[in-house]
């Protein structure tokens, strides 16, 4: 096993969270679910894990099984948290694309935190927005596949840069067209200044025409 950074490993782990338990989920596997109201802003666990270097996490999920499954959550560029190992409940919080949780670092301590107000029974959620990757084809974006079933779900558990979003709708439609260009950064700025000159324009052209 890889070595972890001492500050990290040598931490205490959290009580167990009064505002949740875990329970079987209709998004997959088990899920944690409130047992409490929790107000908008509430701390309501740290993710906890054993400690371990990128190296190590990409050496323990290596993406080759028929599904994923990850217990990993980047802590910063050297740690990575597998709380497969030594992990509590949080590990039990499933992905939405309309989460009602978020994630917060924060002194080295990765929080859960709620982002609306929360009633007893609901599932808590946040979204685990995996990094995309450019080399990434139709089979990884479905491999990533989302089941959070609300309304407004991507498809995906990966975050999709907005260029690539209407390619990425299509591949999960099982049509795999072409990924476009990456846009040169700048360009969408670009764009808009010539926009607003072809505008300002026309505006003159229009004034002296009268037609104004
Ligand atoms: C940290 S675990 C969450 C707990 C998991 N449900 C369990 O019972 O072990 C993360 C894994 O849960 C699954 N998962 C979580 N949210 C999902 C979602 N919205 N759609 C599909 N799978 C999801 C994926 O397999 C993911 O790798
Ligand atoms: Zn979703």
Not at 35 to 47: C, N, S, V
Not at 68 to 75: C, K, R, Y
Not at 126 to 148: K, L, S
Request: hydrophobic share 30%; aromatic share 10%; proline share 7%.
């Amino acid at each position: 096993m890889s070595p972890a950074k001492k500050s990290v490993s040598t931490r205490v782990k959290p009580p167990k969270s009064p505002y949740y338990e875990v329970r079987r989920s209709k998004i997959q596997g088990r899920g944690a679910f409130a047992i409490l109201p929790i107000r908008t802003g509430k701390k309501i666990d740290e993710y906890w894990g054993q400690p371990i270097t990128h190296e190590e996490a990409d050496r323990r999920y290596d993406d080759s099984e028929g599904r994923h499954h990850t217990f990993l959550f980047v802590l910063d560029d050297d740690t990575v948290l597998d709380a497969r190992y030594g992990g509590n409940d949080a590990r039990f919080i499933n992905h939405s694309c309309d989460p009602n949780c978020e994630t917060v670092i924060e002194d080295g301590h990765i929080w859960i935190k709620a982002i609306k107000p929360i009633k007893p029974e609901t599932e808590l959620v946040y979204d685990y927005r995996f990094e995309w990757q450019d080399e990434y084809e139709p089979e990884d974006v479905r491999y990533y596949a989302c089941r959070c079933g609300a309304k407004k779900c991507r498809g995906t558990i990966l975050r999709i840069p907005v260029y690539l979003r209407p390619t990425i709708k299509q591949w999960l439609a099982g049509n795999d067209v072409p990924l476009p260009k990456k846009p040169k950064k700048g360009a969408k700025n670009a764009a808009k200044k010539a926009v607003k000159k072809a505008v300002k324009k026309g505006a003159k052209k229009a004034v002296k025409k009268g037609s104004r």
